[in-house]
């Protein structure tokens, strides 16, 4: 079993930053992916940036030029610093975790709140 745990969500103003951090321990064996989603309250989980081993990233549409998501692979850690945050972005953040037998983990998630 592979455990994540997220940390770094809170109260920002608009235009303020933020930077979550998830690290992975456990029965790791090869994390091929690593990324965060959200949840908003009413709405589906949504893909917000993916990481993988060899560096390839993935970033949603309204998060491009905002965020920045990045990786210690000798950590087993995954970042996503957060810029120019916006009342939209208020949400659950999750962290996630796929390994070589695509098998996905996820984490408890943390809570982001954009509001002045």
């Known amino acids: 079993q592979v455990q994540l745990v997220e940390s770094g969500g809170g109260l920002v103003e608009p235009g303020g930053s933020l930077k979550l951090s998830c690290t992975a321990s456990g029965n790791i064996f090869i994390l091929k992916t690593m990324g965060w989603y959200r949840q908003a309250p009413g709405k589906q989980r949504e893909l917000v940036a993916t990481?993988?081993?060899?560096?390839?990233?993935n970033y949603a549409d309204f998060v491009k030029g905002r965020f920045t998501i990045s990786r210690d692979n000798g950590k087993n850690t995954v970042y996503l610093q957060m810029n120019s945050l916006k009342p939209e972005d208020t949400a659950v953040y999750y962290c996630?975790?796929?390994?070589?037998?695509?098998?996905?983990?996820w984490g408890q998630g943390t809570q982001v709140t954009v509001s002045s």
């Open positions: 996630n975790a796929e390994n070589a037998f695509k098998t996905m983990y």
């Open positions: 990481v993988t081993l060899g560096g390839i990233i």
